[in-house]
């Protein structure tokens, strides 16, 4: 079974630039998460999907972030423009309440985008 | 969110037993434990959790306290594999959302 994938891996841009990242998560799952991981700390979550629907994004700063799940599959989280402390691990991950027939407890995660912001 | 207390790092020898502690003394009757690791340069996986009553599974055991304000992670026999940072979370049943502290670095020593 495939995991979260994310793309790319790694990404490295001047501030006042902007990037975009794609997330798929896996196949079926109706929510999908974003997290930012800054150097040293553990995730913290920006964004939360149902389906395509937005539960939660208190994290999120909305003035130079945006994320969008269209048609509930895939997922982008764009940062326009980037700041110097926006250099972090970006992590997508996917979770599903039940999945063929089993009740699963536990978020999967995709191995992140690594961003620096010079 | 109810707040987890970690030690910040530890370390083990390879293939004897660890225990990772976590203090979580105002967690709530719905909050779930649930143990997360983060191996270098990967995203967190799930390890287990738990509600009252320990638990284990193929990848360690969870020791919950009577009181449920502690528990304790149980590697039965580490690996080099196992060196990661080990993040105690507590997940209230109705919400799906996880929020992270700065766990506990784990080094295993061969």
């Known amino acids: 079974e495939a995991g979260v994938a994310q793309s790319p891996r790694y990404k490295i841009i001047e501030k006042r630039q902007s990037v975009a990242f794609w997330c798929n998560p896996i196949?079926?799952?109706?929510?999908l998460y974003w997290y930012q991981q800054i150097l040293g700390q553990g995730p913290k979550l920006l964004i939360q999907?149902?389906?395509?629907?937005?539960?939660?994004d208190s994290q999120l700063p909305k003035d130079r972030f945006s994320a969008e799940r269209l048609k509930g599959v895939d997922s982008t989280l764009k940062i326009q423009p980037a700041k110097l402390e926006d250099s972090a691990v970006y992590l997508c991950a996917s979770s599903s309440k039940t999945f063929r027939g089993r009740i699963y407890n536990e978020q999967f995660f995709g191995p992140g985008t690594r961003l620096t912001v010079l | 969110d109810a707040k987890t207390t970690q030690p910040n790092s530890m370390e083990s020898n390879e293939e004897e037993p660890v225990h990772l502690p976590c203090n979580h003394s105002?967690?709530?009757?719905?909050?779930?434990i649930h143990w997360y690791r983060q191996l270098p340069s990967q995203g967190p996986e799930y390890v287990i959790h738990g509600l009252t009553s320990n638990v284990n599974n193929r990848m360690a055991s969870l020791a919950i306290a009577e009181d449920r304000k502690s528990s304790t992670l149980i590697l039965h026999r580490a690996t080099l594999r196992d060196a990661a940072v080990y993040y105690c979370?507590?997940?209230?049943?109705?919400?799906?959302?996880?929020?992270f502290g700065t766990g506990t670095r784990l080094t295993i020593i061969p």
């Open positions: 105002t967690i709530s009757g719905t909050d779930y």
């Open positions: 999907f149902q389906n395509n629907g937005v539960v939660d």
């Open positions: 196949s079926g799952h109706a929510t």
């Open positions: 979370i507590l997940r209230d049943f109705g919400n799906e959302k996880l929020t």
